[in-house]
């Protein structure tokens, strides 16, 4: 079975500054995603960025970055130019490309990110 | 369209009753997705359909609960004789029919409490 672990319970950051979240996870599949969704308090989660196995370019999504690396099952989320709305849940997830486990997100357990202004 | 729409936001029951939450996919969406998440801790999968088929259920879904989503597109979730280990946020989430790049959008969520 997939697992997804985030070892970061807890993260803070300057604002302005950067900061980046880890994430690692384990699977037998070849071909995957695997996303950051963002869960702000009492509100709904939003996916951050997203990044295809297949591909080795890391995903970009404005001040949001990821370091993808395969080999070593790793997926951490860069934060650039930290905003005090970014300060929330974060949480990494994965699926199967051919959906093998079930076609459901494996969530790992999240690390809450506080913004010091 | 607003995006997922969950109903109520907040439940608060004693232990023993039936509540019921429900769920409006955005509406092309075909698949619909349960998820339920404790204080401190990643959503866990319960179940999902594709239009009116419910295609997959965890190991979590015990007896007590039940999914329906009657005509492909709201869906709710029953959970009968409530225990207190019920407490937790209900999510609901839809997307295209699609292979894994499914991207899913999640509603707010339903916060239940069993007294």
């Known amino acids: 079975a997939q697992t997804v672990t985030q070892s970061q319970p807890e993260m803070s950051v300057q604002e302005a500054e950067t900061v980046t979240l880890s994430c690692t996870y384990d699977?037998?599949?070849?071909?995957?995603?695997l996303f950051w969704y963002k869960q702000p308090p009492s509100r709904q989660m939003i996916l951050v960025i997203r990044?295809?196995?297949?591909?080795?370019q890391n995903a970009t999504e404005n001040r949001f970055s990821v370091n993808f690396q395969k080999a070593a099952k790793s997926f951490s989320l860069k934060i650039s130019d930290s905003q005090l709305g970014d300060a929330a849940m974060y949480f990494c997830?994965?699926?199967?490309?051919?959906?093998?486990?079930?076609?459901?997100?494996?969530f790992g357990g999240g690390t809450r990110l506080m913004v010091k202004p | 369209d607003t995006g997922v729409s969950q109903d109520p936001r907040h439940k608060i029951t004693k232990r023993g009753q039936n509540v019921t939450f429900r769920c409006d996919p955005i509406?092309?969406?075909?698949?619909l997705y349960w998820y339920r998440q404790t204080l401190g801790q990643g959503p866990e999968f319960l179940t999902y359909?594709?239009?009116?088929?419910?295609?997959?259920k965890s190991r979590l879904l015990s007896d007590r609960f039940s999914a329906e989503r009657p005509k492909g597109s709201f869906s709710t979730l029953e959970i009968q004789r409530t225990e207190q280990g019920d407490s937790a946020m209900y999510l609901c989430?839809?997307?295209?029919?699609?292979?894994?790049?499914?991207?899913?959008?999640f509603g707010a969520g339903s916060r239940l409490t069993v007294l």
């Open positions: 990044q295809e196995a297949y591909k080795q």
């Open positions: 699977t037998s599949e070849s071909d995957y995603y």
């Open positions: 359909f594709q239009n009116e088929a419910q295609l997959e």
């Open positions: 509406s092309e969406h075909n698949r």
């Open positions: 989430a839809s997307s295209l029919r699609g292979n894994g790049a499914n991207v899913l959008t």
């Open positions: 997830a994965y699926i199967g490309r051919w959906n093998n486990a079930g076609n459901m997100l494996t």
